[in-house]
């Protein structure tokens, strides 16, 4: 079981940048997926959550309307689409997935998931 977070990098306040995390080892359309942050000193937070074959959906509150959370089943890959980014943005973010079924999106961004990749930094300038 894998996954492999890609695509951070160092963009200014107001840019955009599209996080890929690949997924092998598991059936990825029966599992939920979501993006975490943890920036220095910080607690990890769950920016986004989609339970198993999309039923549910969370956002957290200061990334509603500017980040975008996906998944391709057919490449076993899920995406952040993060805009307007700002400098409170700035972060390691983690991709996660968890089999376990019957809890909610906003439960897995709350209290985390099984399966955790690397993470990738995010740098954002003001």
């Known amino acids: 079981v894998q996954l492999q977070a890609s695509g951070g990098g160092s963009v200014q306040a107001g840019g955009s940048l599209r996080l890929s995390c690949a997924a092998s080892?598991?059936?990825?359309?029966?599992?939920?997926i979501g993006w975490f942050r943890q920036a220095p000193g910080k607690e990890r937070e769950g920016d986004s959550c989609i339970t198993n074959r999309g039923g549910g959906l969370y956002y957290r509150d200061s990334v509603k309307g500017r980040f975008t959370i996906s998944r391709d089943n057919a490449k076993n890959t899920f995406y952040l689409q993060m805009n307007s980014l700002k400098p409170d943005d700035a972060a390691v973010y983690y991709c996660?997935?968890?089999?376990?079924?019957?809890?909610?999106?906003?439960?897995?961004?709350?209290?985390?998931?099984?399966?955790w990749g690397k993470g990738t930094l995010v740098t954002v300038s003001s």
């Open positions: 996660a997935a968890d089999e376990r079924r019957g809890n909610s999106a906003r439960h897995y961004c709350n209290y985390g998931m099984r399966l």
């Open positions: 080892g598991f059936i990825f359309d029966d599992v939920a």
